[in-house]
């Protein structure tokens, strides 16, 4: 279940009912406050989106054309997505074509000096090891129902 409300509570609202529907053991989790991260945009008009803007959405086909929840008003068509198997979650930067319209691109999350949320993992393994052969993650928070507490 704690995996599941931190997953939750990392997903930017607008993308929550696409990612995870209604969730008996979720009911609740609506009243736990949205991050304020760059992530989770608070900006719902595509009028006020810039050129270049990084954004997460749920890419998803529509009549035939791949598009992209990014949190406001529309889908926006999504481009350069050939390989990628929809629906998914994914990280987009939104262009203006010639004529104005707004369009995504996949992208990568901003550079490493920007925060960009969390990613959570649950293992089955032991603790331990895993902590030891994860050299990949920058901080981790690692929980346990066996063990003692640190700060005791």
């Given at each position: ?19 995870f529907g ?118 981790i928070v ?11």
């Open positions: 279940l704690i995996t599941r409300v931190l997953e939750y509570v990392e997903t930017p609202q607008y993308l929550r009912k696409h990612l209604k969730i008996s053991e979720l009911q609740f989790a609506g009243l736990l406050p949205p991050l304020r991260t760059p992530h989770h945009p608070l900006e719902k008009h595509s009028k006020a989106l810039k050129e270049g803007e990084i954004r997460e959405g749920y890419a998803f086909t529509e009549k035939d054309l791949k598009v992209i929840d990014v949190g406001v008003e529309s889908p926006l068509p999504l481009l350069d997505a050939h390989s990628i198997d929809l629906p998914t979650r994914m990280t987009v930067k939104i262009s203006r074509t010639k004529t104005d319209d707004l369009i995504a691109r996949p992208s990568r999350p901003p550079r490493p000096s920007i925060y960009w949320g969390y990613k959570v993992t649950s293992i089955l393994s032991l603790l331990g090891e895993f902590l030891l052969n994860s050299s990949s993650y920058g901080y690692a929980l346990s129902r066996k063990g003692t507490a640190i700060g005791k």
